[in-house]
Antibody, heavy 120, light 110 residues
Framework: EVQLVESGGGLVKPGGSLRLSCAASGFTFRNAWMSWVRQAPGKGLEWVGHFKSITDGGTTDYTAPVKGRFTISRDDSNNMVYLQMNSLKTEDTAVYYC???????????WGQGTLVTVSS | QSALTQPRSVSGSPGQSVTISCTGTSSDVGNYNYVSWYQQHPGKAPKLMITDVTRRPSGVPDRFSGSKSGNTASLTISGLQAEDEADYYCCSYAGFYTYLFGTGTKVTVL
């Protein structure tokens, strides 16, 4: 059974930093593209970024609003993916989901999400 | 890049059919057969319902179907059931390994 478990959310002040973690199990992690998707309160889903599998190049892509501020990394030895968020803004307030991603845009499996609140 | 456009809400009685549209541009929906649909119940994570415009993953009821014409994709729920009441989001590949979600549609079962 595929399981994705996010952690690390919380309250942070504007300009601050936070690192989210996602623990994966139940599939061959090293072959998976791992992504982050967020959902602001009462709003829709937004793709944040992803980290391709090493065999597919091991590179990252990000949505424009987070480029230069957010960094996704992965640890294939421990089946973990991370989202480092710097220079946080109030508009980054959202539930952040970890999800597996097929390159053609299929977010197959999702975690339960972790809430990040950016507020003074 | 702007979010794909979906109607804010649709509704139907049990047993009826409802269709949700998802309108993009020739750079995303119109250029790739890579549209997926997700169902989200309140307080829950999204669930994959349709991939590649028309394909249903294992375990998804066959009353859910997808289609596409030009820059608009659609999700149809036939034989509406109470448990289908949820928010639905489309998603399209937009090139250069970027992805766009729709604005979301609330389906209400009357």
């Amino acid at each position: 059974e595929v399981q994705l478990v996010e952690s690390g959310g919380g309250l942070v002040k504007p300009g601050g930093s936070l690192r989210l973690s996602c623990a994966a199990s139940g599939f061959t992690f090293r072959n998976a593209w791992m992504s982050w998707v967020r959902q602001a309160p009462g709003k829709g889903l937004e793709w944040v970024g992803h980290f391709k599998s090493i065999t597919d190049g091991g590179t990252t892509d990000y949505t424009a609003p987070v480029k230069g501020r957010f960094t996704i990394s992965r640890d294939d030895s421990n089946n973990m993916v991370y989202l480092q968020m710097n220079s946080l803004k109030t508009e980054d307030t959202a539930v952040y989901y970890c999800a597996t991603l097929a390159p053609r845009g299929v977010f197959d499996f999702w975690g339960q999400g972790t809430l990040v609140t950016v507020s003074s | 890049q702007s979010a794909l456009t979906q109607p804010r809400s649709v509704s139907g009685s049990p047993g009826q059919s409802v269709t949700i549209s998802c309108t993009g541009t020739s750079s995303d929906v119109g250029n790739y057969n890579y549209v997926s649909w997700y169902q989200q119940h309140p307080g829950k994570a999204p669930k994959l319902m349709i991939t590649d415009v028309t394909r249903r993953p294992s375990g998804v009821p066959d009353r859910f179907s997808g289609s596409k014409s030009g820059n608009t994709a659609s999700l149809t729920i036939s034989g509406l059931q109470a448990e289908d009441e949820a928010d639905y989001y489309c998603c399209s590949y937009a090139g250069f390994y970027t992805y766009l979600f729709g604005t979301g549609t609330k389906v209400t079962v009357l």
